[in-house]
């Protein structure tokens, strides 16, 4: 009996007992004006979505780091930790608010706060990846100010000024994704070198994994000087480190094209689950030039319900909505 009882408690101190599958469910909202195009104000609620989500998910291991005595501020939490919360459902609303459209994304999101200290531990080790991440943060702490307030200009800007502000928000918006998926980048390399086991389980030991990223990333911002510190990183011996042979189990696959709708699946799809710095708003008819960045309503009325089929009609009556 006494040897059982050691041998619990000795099984008992060797488990982390900090371990633990954390939900967030977390939800972005943006009122469309009537300047305002569905593109855009879906891209909007997407941010808005994913800062609620960041922010639930940093005060919650905020708590937690300070448990095991981790001097963490909320800062780094949200520098460390975007890339490693999976989203694993995401749904888009629209629906009619007397003379208001309104665009809505939820998420649920969840955290093993094992792997999430583990990995908040190896990205503050790794100097290459800690200074690129910190340095997107800051870079889109700032863009997101002055998203807020190209939003408030546009409001108040003149008709002949419309078409200006509203391609100069929707250029923040790019840039902001832009480094999300170069957040990635950065967060899947120093984890998968490390041999994190969570990250190695999504893939990111592919090579093709990190360039499909990297894609990505420059089609959002062609001129980001941060791509091409990743490239060069990858062309180095970084790309030697997450080269080396996949398990068995997950074969390499090439890049592929991009994905013509979000670099996330929608619900019900295939294709697992992805972070918070991986979903990115497409449009269905943007190509690289991003030239034709139009709504995208033939992808979006399946999944409307009769109220948000009102919606649809009143911008449909709206030049500046379509």
């Not at 997407?46 to 963490?72: C, I």
């Not at 939490?77 to 459902?89: D, K, N, S």
Request: aromatic share 4%; glycine share 6%.
């Amino acid at each position: 009996m006494v040897w059982a009882l050691v041998f619990l408690a000795a099984s008992a101190a060797a488990s982390p007992v900090f371990a633990e599958v954390k939900t967030v469910a977390a939800s972005g909202q943006h009122r469309m004006d009537k300047r305002d195009t569905k593109e855009d104000a879906i891209r909007l609620a997407t941010e808005a979505a994913k800062r609620n989500a960041l922010e639930q998910v940093a005060t919650y291991v905020e708590s937690v780091t300070a448990t095991k005595g981790m001097d963490l501020t909320k800062d780094e939490i949200r520098t460390y930790t975007a890339g490693v919360v999976l989203v694993r459902e995401q749904r888009l609303t629209i629906s009619v608010d007397g003379e208001t459209v309104v665009v809505k994304v939820d998420l649920l999101a969840e955290i093993d706060t094992e792997d999430v200290i583990e990995a908040i531990e190896i990205l503050r080790k790794n100097e290459d990846a800690r200074v690129q991440l910190a340095a997107l943060k800051r870079e889109t702490d700032r863009l997101r100010q002055e998203l807020d307030r190209a939003n408030r200009a546009l409001v108040d800007a003149p008709m002949a000024e419309h078409a200006g502000s509203t391609a100069r928000r929707r250029e923040i918006l790019y840039r902001v994704q832009s480094n999300a998926v170069l957040s990635q980048v950065w967060t899947d390399w120093a984890l998968a070198f490390s041999g994190l086991s969570s990250v190695v389980s999504r893939g990111g030991l592919n090579t093709a994994h990190l360039l499909h990223l990297l894609q990505a990333a420059r089609e959002f911002h062609p001129d980001n000087p941060h791509v091409g510190v990743a490239e060069n990183k990858l062309a180095g011996n970084g790309r030697q480190s997450v080269a080396r042979p996949s398990p068995p189990s997950m074969p390499a696959q090439g890049p592929g094209p991009m994905p013509r709708y979000e670099l996330v699946p929608g619900p019900g799809s295939q294709g697992g689950a992805r972070t918070l710095n991986e979903i990115v708003y497409r449009s269905p008819e943007r190509g690289p030039s991003r030239a034709n960045d139009s709504s995208v309503q033939s992808d979006l009325r399946p999944r409307l319900s009769a109220e948000s089929d009102r919606a649809e009609k009143s911008m449909e009556g709206d030049p500046e909505a379509r």
